[in-house]
């Protein structure tokens, strides 16, 4: 019996080694990343320059403290400053640290403005982490249920609905801050409008509130940009990062600029781990393998590619609601639930993943080439079709179990 907490379904498949988007199981199998670690590594895997940083800088110091001056930790926030344009960073180790710092600040922030009970708007369908604060932010019955009570302080909205952001605005004062995931991942590869992020952004200025943009898994290059908020031409007050920020390595960051510079001080937030030299190390050689290596263009490129190619393969096709999404950010969504497509694509040699139920996300390592995003393509598009030309009945057992 295995000692591990049962948190997680596992599928039965264990990687012990990768090189750029392949992976390798036990028996040597090999397969072709479309996941990335759940849009983490940004490099792919075992890319020279940040193996070559990393084991250097594990010779020569991993942790010191925050108490302490750290080189590599001013490296990373000046990296992150400039690819931002805000200000500040705060660093932590995952993107719930990242987003419970963002709802802090928000918090801080309208107590320093006399606002006793402040209120933050947030979004039908994002998810923002599992922490209590996260998770009750969060837009989804399934990861609440069983945690109550929820923390207060959270209006919601339906995402690009720029009428229901200003009935709040009329009817609540104690609201000090929207929080949005300006593309969505768990919550199916749902894209903000661009219009709506500026009425989003109009209204915040209008009304003196934070703009604060999740961009733990959309954001860092994977849209074409470094950041969604870039392609709407604003810039928020506070920028939660995570999952690409170091290829792997365990890092968030708390980016503040705008309204939000200076709402922290020193004592207002902490942690040990936080920025540690190994973390920094991984962020900078990141950061720099990115721009040097025009990761930016080629995710536009080869997600242009895989979506087009997607598009005709599977566009039109009964069953295929909807291929959307941005750069190397793609959903295929189909009328029907369809985890088990997971299954068929690791047998074929191919790594995906199912999210809310029905929504194949693509999000691969920006390190992918044009070829290999057409062979993703040549992968996923017979298995979604094999899928699909299933009797109803099989490729819905829920339903179907639920009507018998
Ligand atoms: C994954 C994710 C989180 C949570 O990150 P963890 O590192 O798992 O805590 C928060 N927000 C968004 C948008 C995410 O995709």
């Not at 007050?237 to 365990?250: I, R, T």
């Amino acid at each position: 019996m295995s000692h591990v907490m049962n948190t997680y379904a596992r599928l039965p498949v264990a990687f012990v080694r990768g090189q750029g988007v392949w992976l390798y199981d036990e028996s040597g199998k090999q397969y072709l990343d479309a996941l990335a670690g759940i849009a983490v590594n940004t490099l792919g895997y075992a890319h020279p320059r940040l193996v070559r940083a990393l084991t250097e800088q594990i010779g020569r110091v991993i942790h010191t403290s925050n108490l302490f001056q750290m080189p590599l930790q001013e490296q990373a926030a000046d990296r992150i400053a400039e690819i931002t344009g805000l200000d500040e960073v705060f660093f932590c180790n995952s993107g719930l640290e990242a987003n419970e710092a963002a709802i802090k600040v928000a918090r801080k922030y309208g107590h320093d403005r006399g606002v006793a009970e402040p209120a933050i708007i947030v979004m039908e369908k994002a998810f923002h982490g599992r922490s209590l604060a996260t998770l009750s932010a969060t837009g989804s019955r399934k990861v609440q249920a069983g945690f109550e009570p929820l923390v207060q302080g959270f209006v919601r909205v339906p995402l690009n609905d720029l009428e229901a952001v200003r009935q709040v605005a009329a009817n609540n004062k104690n609201v000090v801050a929207v929080f949005i995931e300006p593309i969505q991942g768990e919550g199916g590869i749902n894209v903000s409008r661009l219009d709506y992020l500026r009425g989003l952004k109009e209204i915040c200025e209008h009304n003196d509130w934070l703009f604060m943009s999740d961009e733990v898994q959309c954001g860092l290059g994977r849209t074409g940009k470094w950041f969604v908020y870039q392609h709407a031409g604003i810039q928020p007050d506070v920028v939660p990062l995570a999952k690409g920020l170091a290829s792997g390595v365990p890092v968030g960051a708390c980016v503040v600029g705008n309204r939000a510079k200076g709402v922290f001080k020193p004592g207002n937030h902490g942690s040990t781990f936080g920025g540690n030299p190994l973390a920094m190390c991984g962020v900078v050689t990141t950061l720099d393998t990115v721009k040097d290596e025009g990761l930016l263009e080629n995710a536009v490129k080869v997600g242009d590619a895989i979506r087009s190619g997607l598009a005709s393969a599977l566009g039109g096709l009964a069953g295929v609601t909807e291929i959307r999404g941005m750069g190397m950010m793609i959903g295929v969504e189909l009328d029907r639930p369809c985890g088990e497509i997971v299954k068929t694509a690791l047998a074929r040699g191919l790594v995906t993943n199912v999210t809310a139920d029905n929504v194949i996300r693509i999000v691969p390592p920006l390190v992918m080439s044009e070829v290999e995003g057409r062979q993703v393509v040549e992968r996923l598009a017979p298995i979604v079709r094999e899928f699909l030309q299933q009797p109803a009945d099989a490729t819905q057992p829920a339903r179907a179990a639920a009507a018998r």
